[in-house]
């Protein structure tokens, strides 16, 4: 089973800045990682996948990077909508398998 | 546009069966990865299983033991059962679409979310 660490639990950022979301993989996804965004009482919305192509309807402050086992969202300048919490998700090639990583949340400072 | 829609018992009482549905509108299920993901309350998600219109399933193998997920084309809906369940079971349990594109596999579209509770 491929566990997936995300880091930090929680990020205290201003809006107008950055914010810089980690995620680890225990071994190498190649680029099968997504990011959602989940607000209270919602359900998550798909942000990012194939670890950089952002989803229909996404804004473009919001980027994801890297492959194998290291990936990064980042949020280049915070809206107020923005807060919520993340979480990475890992998918296999086939059979599709999921597995997602605890989550991180981003919090106004 | 897609919509997906859960139904079922709020309360499930320890050892026995939970149940649930998810109505698809707006497109059929006679394609795509029809999938459920739960949510512990104030956790994060994990992934249970999807069906294939086909009939073709796959699960959790933390979970494969108890889960059965099945599709009804003629209703456009497809279910949830997970048997035995215990307090640890308590979740807000979406219904989602899971689809192919290219070489990635995206949950695009999700229900809102229903809670059940294991509690006698």
């Known amino acids: 089973e491929i566990v997936m660490t995300q880091s930090p639990a929680t990020l205290s950022v201003s809006p107008g800045e950055r914010a810089t979301l980690s995620c680890r993989a225990s071994q190498s996804v190649s680029s ?11 359900a998550p ?3 990012i996948y194939g670890a950089s192509t952002r989803a229909t309807g996404i804004p473009g402050r919001f980027s994801g990077s890297g492959s194998g086992t290291e ?18 998700q890992q998918y296999s090639n086939w059979p599709p398998m999921y597995s997602f990583g605890q989550g991180t949340k981003l919090e106004i400072k | ?14 050892s026995e069966t939970l149940s649930l549905t998810c109505t698809v509108s707006g497109g059929s299920i006679s394609s795509y990865y029809w999938t459920w993901i739960r949510q512990p309350p104030g956790k994060g998600l994990e992934w249970i299983g999807y069906t294939y219109y086909s009939g073709r399933t796959n699960y959790n193998p933390s979970l ?22 215990s307090a640890a079971d308590t979740a807000v349990y979406y219904c989602a679409r ?6 990635d596999w995206l949950i695009d579209y ?11």
């Open chain 1, 32 to 42: 099968n990682l997504a990011w959602y965004q989940q607000k209270p009482g919602q």
């Open chain 1, 45 to 47: 919305r798909l942000l």
């Open chain 1, 71 to 88: 990936f990064t969202l980042t949020i280049s300048s915070l809206q107020s909508e923005d807060f919520a919490v993340y979480y990475c």
């Open chain 2, 1 to 14: 546009q897609v919509q997906l829609q859960e139904s079922g018992p709020g309360l499930v009482k320890p």
């Open chain 2, 64 to 85: 494969k033991s108890r889960v059965t997920i099945s599709g009804d084309t003629s209703k456009n809906q497809f279910s949830l059962k997970l048997t035995s369940v």
């Open chain 2, 98 to 103: 899971s689809v192919l594109r290219y070489f």
């Open chain 2, 110 to 120: 999700w229900g809102q979310g229903t809670l059940v509770t294991v509690s006698s």
